[in-house]
T-cell receptor, first 110, second 113 residues
Framework: GQGVEQPDNLMSVEGTFARVNCTYS??????LSWYQQREGHAPVFLSY????GLKDSGHFSTFLSRSNGYSYLLLTELQIKDSASYLC???????????FGSGTKLTVEP | DPKIIQKPKYLVAVTGSEKILICEQY?????MYWYRQSAKKPLEFMFS???????DNQTASSRFQPQSSKKNHLDLQITALKPDDSATYFC????????????FGPGTRLTVL
C-alpha cells in the first residue's frame, strides 16, 4: 500500500511554534502538499513542495527531504486559531492521485 | 458565494438503497475529484476527471459511479449502500489535472443505517 504517516496529535503554546511531521513510503513521488482541516470543514490548501529544502511562506514553512521520505510543516508565532488538523498528501507520478496521511491534530494553548 | 457546491449537506440512507451526491464547481476548473473521509481514516482518493473524462479510479467497488453531465459537474452515484459506506464525501477541483492546489467542497455527510 501507499504509506503516508503523521503523528495523531501535537500540542503547543500560543506565540511559539509547532512542527508537524510527515513521512512517506510510496511507490512514486511527484510532490507533497499540506492542507489544513478544521473540525467539520473541508481541507484547505496551504503549501506544495517538490524540491528538497525549506520553503518559507511566512506563517507557514515547509521542508522536504526526498531521500528520507520526510517533510514537515512549520507554523510560527502560533495563534489559538491555528488549532486544526494538518494533512500531508503525496502526489503520485501520474499527477492525478493524492495519498493523504491521517492528519495531525494541533492544539494551541494559551 | 460558495465556489464549490455539494448537495445535500447531510444524507441518511438505508442499507441496499441508492443515492446520488451532487457536486458543482464555479471556479472554471477543468479537473474534478471525489474523496471519502471516514472516521479515524485518512482522506481517501476515489476518482479524478479531466474535461469530463475519467482519469483515475482508485475505488475497488463498481457500486461507486461518477457522472459528469457538464464540465463543472461531477456527481457520485452509490448503489447497494452498506453501513461501511458511511463517511463524508468531498468533491474537489483544480485548474488542470494534477493541479498542485485542489479546492475542496464542504462535503456531504452520508450515514447508512
Amino acid at each position: 500500500g501507499q504509506g503516508v504517516e503523521q503523528p495523531d496529535n501535537l500540542m503547543s503554546v500560543e506565540g511559539t511554534f509547532a512542527r508537524v511531521n510527515c513521512t512517506y513510503s510510496t511507490s512514486g513521488f511527484n510532490g507533497l502538499s499540506w492542507y489544513q482541516q478544521r473540525e467539520g470543514h473541508a481541507p484547505v490548501f496551504l503549501s506544495y513542495v517538490v524540491l528538497d529544502g525549506l520553503k518559507d511562506s511566512g506563517h507557514f514553512s515547509t521542508f522536504l527531504s526526498r531521500s528520507n521520505g520526510y517533510s514537515y510543516l512549520l507554523l510560527t508565532e502560533l495563534q489559538i486559531k491555528d488549532s486544526a488538523s494538518y494533512l500531508c498528501a503525496v502526489r503520485m507520478p501520474n499527477y492525478n492521485v493524492l495519498y493523504f496521511g491521517s492528519g495531525t491534530k494541533l492544539t494551541v494553548e494559551p | 458565494d460558495p465556489k464549490i457546491i455539494q448537495k445535500p449537506k447531510y444524507l441518511v440512507a438505508v442499507t441496499g438503497s441508492e443515492k446520488i451526491l451532487i457536486c458543482e464547481q464555479y471556479l472554471g476548473h477543468n479537473a474534478m475529484y471525489w474523496y471519502r473521509q471516514s472516521a479515524k481514516k485518512p482522506l481517501e482518493f476515489m476518482f479524478s476527471y479531466s474535461y469530463q473524462k475519467l482519469m483515475d479510479n482508485q475505488t475497488a467497488s463498481s457500486r461507486f459511479q461518477p457522472q459528469s453531465s457538464k464540465k463543472n459537474h461531477l456527481d457520485l452515484q452509490i448503489t447497494a449502500l452498506k453501513p461501511d459506506d458511511s463517511a463524508t464525501y468531498f468533491c474537489a477541483s483544480s485548474q488542470e489535472t494534477g493541479g498542485r492546489e485542489q479546492y475542496f467542497g464542504p462535503g456531504t455527510r452520508l450515514t447508512v443505517l
